[in-house]
């Protein structure tokens, strides 16, 4: 890396904007520039198109007051590191400096806009989602889903209601529904059902009931149901049809995310994550402790629990999604952690800028992932939502644009849906089953 290169890295890891070399000779105070604050700017572009960003007039650091800019330069770096071709119109101190440039593929860009006399540098980082929208199916439902799962023969269930072929063939009011391949458990406060699915009918193998209590958590496979029932774990066996001896776990009040629940399960074997909050020296942190399905129930493990800070964003069987507080000049940032062998580890991050934050989803479900969307803005692109999705073949989080017309979004690792905009019907679901990741 030559010389020039690496100090303007410096300068840019360190944050620090500086002054002009006239300052050293000066008999005032050198005024260093403030952080520039892009109000304006789109946290989240789209791989493959051309994108014209508009940056507000450069304030350098100087004697008094300040001096000004007599030209700029740019450079821009991909998800890789390497140097991406771009386009820098530098139109005088006083007025806006757009830079173009099309971002090759998903993943964060960083960028470097240096002012000359030496000490103006603005440098921010921007995301560009894959557009998969014309690669996805798109369906509608006749109810509204606060939840959505799909059995192997493709019936859907919508919240608490079944549906086949566009038509609801079951409802199950004020009950929590889990899915595993042609298995659905039906739950509500007393009763947990399992109902087998064939090509022609639903029906009944087992009931289950219990004390009333409120449903917290549900994870199922096709013979084994995991309930987070009040403050207690229970496992419910389809094979011998009975409820094994359950296990009482510590469930604080405090949601483990905004509209969530007290606790989350992964689970991988026989090896279970409870997750949930617990109070620290530092504030309110995530606590993770292991649970063992032993053949007489689950059962609480001597193994101190871990701490992670954050709150929960998303969640898959084995897999949790957690996210930083935003600040005023960042987006936090979205961690994904894997359960693996009685350990959550992390598997990858992604920082998402001053311009980027997450959409609020309702965490009730068996499977979520998070959402995210760019802070409203008066420069092109408009804002629009994208998925963060993890790709196995590159090892890193990137973005997914599916959709932007739809209302309410959530969204699984396998679909994506949300109210239509109007004038379409309230009462409807929009969804898009969700490709494979490339």
Not at 123 to 133: E, G, K, P, Y
Not at 396 to 423: I, K, Q, V
Request: net charge negative; glycine share 8%.
């Amino acid at each position: 890396m030559r010389p020039a290169r690496a100090l303007l890295f410096l300068v840019a890891l360190l944050g620090l904007p500086g002054c002009s070399e006239e300052c050293l000779d000066c008999d005032v105070e050198c005024v260093a520039p403030q952080p520039t604050v892009l109000l304006n700017m789109p946290g989240i572009l789209m791989a493959g198109q051309p994108a014209t960003l508009s940056l507000p007039p450069a304030h350098l650091g100087g004697c008094g007051s300040g001096s000004q800019a007599s030209s700029a330069t740019s450079e821009v770096y991909g998800p890789d590191g390497a140097l991406v071709p771009s386009e820098l119109t530098f139109s005088g101190p006083t007025a806006s400096t757009r830079l173009r440039f099309t971002p090759p593929q998903p993943g964060p860009y960083h960028l470097l806009i240096a002012f000359a006399p030496v000490g103006g540098l603005q440098q921010f980082d921007l995301h560009a989602a894959a557009d998969r929208s014309a690669e996805a199916t798109r369906l509608t439902l006749p109810s509204t889903c606060t939840s959505l799962e799909r059995t192997r023969l493709g019936t859907w269930a919508c919240g608490s209601t079944l549906i086949r072929d566009g038509m609801v063939v079951a409802q199950f009011e004020g009950a929590r529904l889990a899915v595993a391949d042609d298995v659905v458990w039906v739950v509500t406060e007393t009763l947990a059902r399992r109902f087998h699915e064939t090509p022609t009918e639903f029906w009944q193998s087992h009931s289950v009931g219990y004390t009333s209590r409120s449903t917290e958590f549900l994870l199922a496979t096709p013979d084994e149901l995991l309930l987070l029932h009040g403050s207690e774990l229970m496992q419910i066996v389809a094979r011998s049809g009975l409820r094994s001896p359950s296990t009482v776990v510590p469930l604080p009040a405090a949601t483990v995310g905004p509209r969530a629940s007290r606790g989350v399960l992964l689970r991988d074997g026989e090896h279970v994550a409870l997750v949930s909050r617990a109070e620290t020296a530092t504030g309110t942190d995530l606590q993770v402790c292991p649970i063992l399905l032993a053949p007489s129930g689950p059962a609480r493990l001597p193994t101190q629990c871990q701490l992670i800070s954050g709150h929960v964003v998303g969640f898959e069987p084995s897999v949790l999604w957690t996210a930083d507080p935003p600040t005023r000049l960042s987006g936090g940032g979205i961690h994904r952690w894997t359960w693996t062998a009685g350990r959550l580890q992390e598997q990858s991050a992604l920082a998402l800028g001053s311009q980027i934050r997450l959409v609020e989803t309702t965490l009730l479900r068996p499977t979520a992932v998070p959402v995210v969307s760019s802070v409203p803005s008066d420069t092109p692109p408009a804002p629009f939502p994208a998925v963060v999705t993890w790709s196995a073949e590159r090892q890193r989080l990137s973005l997914e644009h599916l959709d932007s017309t739809l209302l309410e979004l959530s969204a699984s690792p396998s679909f994506y849906w949300g109210r239509g905009a109007p004038p379409a019907s309230g009462s409807q679901t929009q969804l898009l089953l969700r490709p494979s990741s490339p």
